[in-house]
């Protein structure tokens, strides 16, 4: 989920074509959650191969991302998660029982023959388990693009790699990436324009938007520090923020006080262990030790592992990858070109 900073953010619009050319390291968990979430049928059963196994992510994760290759010329790399923070447990916890919720719900809406309701409800009930991990890595390395196991938090390393000049930007759609110190965070880099919002059960418009932290802190007038104690306020997935204080109100005594332990005491007195809290995000579990050549799309293992093995169309799937120029040779994403 994340720590919510959307009113108080200045996100500027950024057109695919300008990343043309540009690494960006991707959430790559976060990718999936939002295929299993969305890529379903009418009534929000997900895609299913033959033998009933989930296919929603795989299906996602391969049109999608030859897509932003052929038509953009983007560069991928995947950070995968590695063990979450002790802190998180609690967070992971709420979501679990919240998972459980939108099922009974759903479950519901199908008894009653409510379609919609009953996909709405199916798009907050996705469980990403190992296999389908496993799965979504090796069907990148069939394609040929980089890999990279984080030690904890895939955000956290993808924001390291972005500091280190090893991409030109984090890909996620959670805020936390910048309190990992990320200096441009892509958000909502898709080729459909659109997300659904299920408290809504309708889809809105969307558009790629880039954030910048150095110019972001400069409009809210705070250090990087100050926006991890202006994100501890309104909660994080590592704490539960203090109840009746949202993003405005944080950044309005950030800006007063500078740090939690400067509040009054009707305030900091709610926020528990703030410099443990702080160090989740100033000094994260990340490595440097990964590489990120882009490599040939075996075709041949593409076609067994989508078509054969999980009943993917062959038509569909080899026209993807003659579009991404995956075929024959030629790789558009390891083509060379400048980062920045």
Not at 62 to 85: C, E, M, N, Q, S
Request: charged share 25%.
């Amino acid at each position: 989920m994340g720590v919510v900073l959307t009113p108080i953010v200045h996100p500027r619009p950024i057109a695919l074509g300008d990343l043309r050319g540009k690494m960006l390291a991707v959430d790559a968990h976060g990718d999936l959650y939002q295929f299993l979430a969305l890529i379903r049928l009418r009534d929000g059963t997900p895609l299913k191969d033959a033998q009933g196994h989930i296919t929603s992510h795989l299906s996602g994760l391969f049109f999608r991302t030859t897509r932003l290759i052929a038509d953009h010329g983007i560069k991928p790399i995947f950070v995968f998660d590695g063990r979450p923070p002790a802190e998180k447990a609690l967070e992971l916890d709420r979501r679990r029982a919240i998972r459980a919720t939108f099922e009974r719900e759903r479950a519901e809406a199908l008894a009653r023959g409510d379609e919609a309701q009953a996909y709405a409800k199916a798009t907050m009930t996705s469980r990403l388990t190992k296999d389908m991990v496993a799965e979504a890595r090796e069907l990148l390395k069939l394609l040929g693009l980089p890999v990279v196991q984080a030690p904890s938090e895939g955000e956290a390393q993808a924001a390291h790699m972005a500091r280190r000049h090893d991409v030109w930007a984090a890909v996620s759609k959670d805020y936390d990436t910048m309190l990992f110190g990320a200096p441009r965070l892509l958000r909502f880099l898709g080729v459909s324009g659109k997300e659904f919002l299920p408290s809504q059960g309708k889809f809105r418009p969307l558009v790629p938007e880039l954030l910048d932290l150095d110019e972001q802190l400069a409009a809210w007038r705070i250090s990087r520090e100050g926006l991890i104690d202006l994100a501890l306020l309104v909660g994080t997935d590592f704490n539960e923020g203090v109840r009746g204080i949202g993003p405005k109100k944080a950044l309005a005594l950030v800006q007063k006080y500078g740090q939690i332990e400067a509040m009054p005491p009707e305030i900091r007195n709610l926020v528990a262990d703030v410099a443990p809290l702080r160090r989740i995000y100033l000094a994260p579990q990340v490595t440097d030790d990964y590489v990120i050549p882009f490599g040939e799309a075996d075709v041949d293992g593409i076609v067994r592992f989508l078509c054969e093995d999980r009943q993917f169309s062959r038509a569909r799937v080899m026209d993807a990858l003659t579009r991404a120029r995956m075929v024959g040779g030629v790789r558009a994403a390891a083509e060379s070109g400048r980062l920045f």
